[in-house]
């Protein structure tokens, strides 16, 4: 079984490989063989899940060099739960996107560019999960980083350039600190295995451990979009593809929050910065759910929901207790879902009402039924409406501050119940705006060609997110704040009432992996607990990678 450690990592890796080979042909081979890879990978991802949950975590050292030489990959439960879920997500994504190219006619770049760079950010994410040292869990990032930036910035438009040229920034300052980090543990532990480091860092002095506590913090923290360390996201994520903006806010952000949970549970258990994660976790839920009121297009709304409810994640990682690593395991599986979900219909709502400017929007209730069950039920599970995965979520990491009795636990309990509300005020606005009212004047007809800031005027492409045209005289000025994205290339797109079928059958499926996790929910809680107890216990984790 432990052979199969590798293969999340190394599948999408080799597919992509092929797919460059083969270059700008045969197009529904390279779908066909892209879909069944992700499939492959999901179902591996199942498998691992359900033996670490059994036989307790694997491991393979890669080239059967032994720690700390060799290469260590490792899948416990917290690890397999995390791979399932994002597989499956990726998964839905990419049969999203395969959609989305199709219906905007263009064969070449979605399959010569998006595609193997969507394949590389999968292997990337897998490597993240499965890292068993501090240089895998660095080098999975840079997997991560190089794909994002060429996904951010496809088609090359000048939002789109621009937009990734912060988020590149951002990470390379993160990955310099990372690095500066490795190079402190290696000087003071003499490895950078977890399972190595878990037992030496316990023997050098506090100030160093803190030290190094912090700046890992820091690094993950960017990563994770907390803040104050999250001003880049924001304006970076909304300008690109629907696809890729909705795997970026339900994937990326988390492989930080799980970089979190894995080493302050493993490598510096006693939570000597717990107080300053809490109140990290409560600034960011004000802060983005503040940011979200403020805002007018669908996709900065949900950006900063991302913020904020990224919180609620930080919040049990910061009480550390068995039962408040639960529910942050839990939350984080039921947000990567409803967050991509609510990206995903918004690609959806772009396609059809040719804007996810709110003040552009208004009848899809009447116009498009099925868009707006497909928008209400993640959106009420994102405000965390009972007995939704979001309330069981919530509902955990509360109890878990309730039980904790501190101040600081007191005020993020009262903290949650308030972020909670404002995003289902949110949602309903979102609600009201795009759905429930009537259409305003001037709401572009179906067969409409929307252009983006970039087009010229004789690009038949595809569409910018929040500025259209007048009609067919001319293009009509983007808003104040809007944001200016496209298709897959940053062209134009014509709005239709007739969805792209794979597009909506991928948002159909993503609803009702959300909806699963409810009727799943007394299992996943279980299992989360389990996983937890193992976190916090560290022996099994440990053992099994030094075969003690």
Not at 153 to 160: D, H, L, N, S, V
Not at 215 to 226: G, N, P, S, W
Not at 364 to 393: D, E
Request: net charge neutral; with cysteine.
């Amino acid at each position: 079984m432990n052979a199969l450690v590798p293969l999340p990592v190394l599948l999408p890796l080799c597919v992509m490989g092929l797919e460059l080979a083969i270059g700008p042909r045969l197009h529904r081979f390279k779908r066909l063989i892209s879909l069944t890879v992700l499939g492959a990978v999901f179902v591996f991802s199942v498998i691992l899940m359900i033996a670490a949950d059994r036989h307790g975590p694997l491991h393979v050292d890669l080239g059967d060099f032994a720690p700390p030489l060799g290469v260590t990959l490792v899948a416990d439960r917290l690890a397999g739960l995390m791979l399932t879920v994002s597989s499956a997500i990726t998964l839905l994504v990419h049969l999203y996107s395969l959609g989305q190219g199709m219906a905007d006619r263009d064969e070449r770049t979605p399959l010569g560019v998006f595609h193997p760079a969507y394949l590389i950010l999968v292997a990337g994410v897998s490597c993240t999960f499965l890292a068993g040292d501090l240089v895998n869990l660095y080098v999975g990032f840079e997997i991560m980083l190089v794909a994002s930036y060429v996904l951010l910035t496809i088609g090359g438009t000048a939002t789109r350039i621009r937009a990734g040229s912060t988020y590149v920034i951002i990470s390379l300052f993160s990955s310099m600190l990372f690095l500066v980090a490795i190079a402190m543990a290696y000087s003071v532990a003499g490895t950078v295995n977890f399972a190595q480091l878990a037992g030496r860092l316990q023997e050098i002095p506090l100030g160093v451990r803190t030290l190094l506590e912090a700046m890992l913090l820091t690094v993950f923290a960017i990563k994770a979009a907390v803040f104050p360390l999250a001003a880049w996201l924001p304006d970076s994520y909304p300008t690109a593809p629907a696809p890729v903006t909705a795997v970026f806010s339900g994937l990326l952000t988390k492989v930080g929050v799980y970089a979190m949970l894995r080493t302050q549970t493993l490598l510096f258990p006693g939570h000597r910065l717990g107080d300053l994660l809490m109140l990290a976790a409560l600034a960011s839920m004000a802060v983005g759910i503040l940011g979200a009121v403020a805002q007018t297009d669908l996709k900065r709304v949900l950006t900063f929901t991302l913020i904020s409810h990224i919180g609620y994640m930080v919040f049990g990682i910061a009480l550390a207790g068995r039962a408040a690593l639960g529910g942050a395991i839990v939350y984080v599986a039921h947000h990567i879902t409803v967050q991509t979900t609510l990206f995903l219909v918004a690609g959806l709502i772009e396609r059809r009402g040719g804007t996810t400017e709110l003040t552009r929007l208004g009848g899809l209730a009447r116009s498009a039924p099925l868009l707006a069950v497909l928008f209400f039920v993640p959106a009420m599970n994102l405000a965390g409406i009972p007995p939704l995965s979001g309330f069981i979520g919530k509902l955990g990491l509360m109890r878990a501050g309730v039980d904790n009795g501190g101040n600081w636990a007191w005020a993020l309990v009262a903290g949650s119940a308030a972020t909670s509300l404002l995003t289902l005020y949110v949602m309903a606005k979102v609600w009201n705006l795009a759905f429930w009212r009537q259409a305003p004047p001037g709401t572009e007809e179906e067969g409409v060609v929307l252009e983006s800031a970039e087009d010229d005027d004789g690009d038949d492409g595809d569409d910018g997110d929040d500025e259209e045209t007048g009609g067919p005289a001319g293009r009509r000025p983007a808003p104040a704040g809007a944001v200016v994205t496209a298709g897959l290339l940053g062209r134009s797109i014509t709005t239709t009432r007739h969805l792209p079928w794979p597009m909506v059958t991928a948002t159909c499926a993503a609803v009702a992996l959300g909806l699963l996790y409810t009727v799943l929910g007394g299992p996943l809680t279980t299992f989360a607990d389990r996983a937890a107890a193992e976190l916090l216990a560290r022996g099994p984790y440990i053992e099994a990678v030094l075969d003690r």
